[in-house]
């Protein structure tokens, strides 16, 4: 059973993250824990995969020291909201999102850095991560593993109020939108507030209040880490979604110990909502402050004596599926079906975008890719225009780009190093689910070749997703 704790006053709003359970006695005695001084260390990179399971897609977080994380396989949030979203990310934390390498970067050992700080002027700034791609799912009939060692910030006590570091997951049709939680399901793999020695493990879904998840609470179960302390050393967080048994379940792991599940029955109906969609992204932050620290606490965080410049420490994320008779969604598909039972496409023909042949630092979902930045591309091969060349190309996209963000998607044959046949210009369109058709001039061009989709733009951000695209006559 899930031990209670008073709720915090519910925002108006729908939120992604409200909060679960401990008993008050238990938070008071914790508080008054000490902070230690405990090594941590990384391995620098991702385990062996397991027998019976395939790495799917990981990151170990090599690099040079005060260096920022692989943008192709991670984006940032920055501010206080997502554009249009709740404020304070729905949560009531009360920090500042930034890319600056104090707030988040590589320490040149194998480690993640999310850092805290409070200025002079006490105003908090933090990071937080999410992963390009958003389709983490299972296998039909298999299961999907996701796994991060962590060690969260090493400081407790009176020092430690208002530290909210987490490790989760949230259902791709989020992104994007942000208003539609709990419905499209929130895995809380790891979470943890005022540096107390537990891990939390949540569910969020349904409605909001109330529903089969009990929100804004969740459903959640908590634990002491095994062995050591949860604070400065390194625990491995997992959670698996298994759909090869029935009811299908949801299970929770610390260091290896299943610490909580939850099952299709409980969640009923609502249980297709949060599965049905292409999949789940995955989240890495430290927020400080907001319903879950301050229900814990009593009273609101961070204090004055809550101490900046404490770091969690990530030594690696992966991905991992087994089983199953289905198929698995992988970074760069092999084998895209062709137009014709010849092997080639007509240029002629709707060519979806995901069903190139070969890409680079593009995202692919079910029915597109995005994502897209500067210097991506994605290449067609066998492209056949026969003896008439195209007078145009039509392509549908969408672009959720923020103000001042804009690129170029252009097209090119053979090579990438040719210049482009056409192009058009895309700024933001409304929203990454905001689609519409884009019209670009083209040169003569006839017989078959490899087309390749090519970006560019003069800012570092995604500008693009793409649903397919056209030759005309």
């Not at 480690?111 to 700034?125: C, D, E, F, M, Y």
């Not at 895995?187 to 209040?209: A, F, S």
């Not at 908590?222 to 050393?233: D, E, K, L, S, V």
């Not at 379940?249 to 029955?265: A, C, H, K, M, P």
Request: hydrophobic share 35%; aromatic share 10%; proline share 7%.
């Amino acid at each position: 059973m899930t031990p209670a704790r008073p709720a915090p006053a519910r925002a108006p709003i729908p939120a992604q993250r409200r909060r679960h359970a401990v008993l008050a006695g238990v938070a008071a005695a914790a508080v008054l824990v000490a902070a230690t001084t405990i090594s941590v260390e990384a391995n620098a990179s991702v385990p062996a995969t397991p027998s019976g399971w395939t790495l799917q897609w990981s990151d170990d977080f090599t690099g040079s020291a005060n260096t920022l994380p692989s943008s192709n396989n991670w984006i940032f949030t920055t501010g206080t909201q997502y554009p249009n979203g709740p404020a304070n990310f729905g949560t009531g934390e009360i920090q500042t999102y930034t890319t600056s390498t104090q707030n988040i970067s590589l320490d040149g050992s194998g480690n993640l850095k999310i850092t805290p700080i409070r200025s002079s002027s006490g105003q908090w700034t933090s990071a937080r991560i999410e992963t390009k791609r958003t389709n983490f799912k299972p296998p039909s009939g298999g299961v999907l593993r996701i796994e991060g060692r962590i060690a969260m910030p090493n400081v407790t006590g009176s020092s430690a109020m208002g530290y909210w570091p987490a490790f989760w997951a949230l259902g791709s049709p989020y992104r994007g939108n942000y208003w539609n939680w709990p419905g499209i399901g929130e895995l809380d793999i790891m979470e943890n507030v005022n540096g107390m020695n537990q891990v939390w493990g949540t569910l969020h879904c349904g409605v909001n209040p109330g529903g089969p998840c009990n929100e804004t609470n969740g459903l959640g179960a908590t634990r002491a880490c095994p062995n050591n302390n949860c604070q400065g050393n390194f625990h491995t967080y997992a959670i698996e979604w298994d759909t090869g048994v029935s009811p299908q379940v949801l299970r929770w792991y610390v260091d290896g110990v299943q610490f909580f599940s939850v099952t299709q029955n409980q969640v009923g109906s609502y249980w297709s909502n949060m599965t049905s969609h292409e999949g789940y992204f995955i989240l890495l932050n430290v927020a400080m402050g907001g319903a879950f620290p301050n229900g814990v606490a009593g009273y609101s965080t961070p204090t004055s004596g809550t101490r900046s410049g404490v770091p969690m420490l990530v030594d690696y994320v992966a991905v991992y599926t087994k089983g199953g008779g289905g198929s698995t969604p992988t970074a760069a598909p092999s084998s895209p079906a062709p137009t014709s039972s010849s092997g080639t496409r007509s240029a002629y023909s709707t060519i979806q975008a995901e069903s190139y042949n070969a890409q680079y630092g593009i995202v692919p979902g079910s029915d597109q890719i995005g994502y897209i930045a500067g210097g991506d591309w994605a290449r067609y091969d066998n492209v056949d225009f026969g003896s008439t060349a195209p007078k145009d190309f039509l392509a549908r996209v969408s672009s959720g780009a923020a103000s001042g963000v804009s690129g170029t998607v252009e097209v090119r044959v053979d090579s990438l190093s040719n210049g482009p046949i056409g192009s058009f210009s895309l700024a933001n369109t409304g929203g990454w689910s905001s689609f519409r058709e884009v019209p670009g001039n083209v040169g003569a061009v006839t017989g078959r070749h490899t087309v390749f989709l090519s970006f560019s733009s003069g800012q570092p951000a995604d500008f693009v997703n793409v649903d397919w695209f056209v030759f005309r006559r």
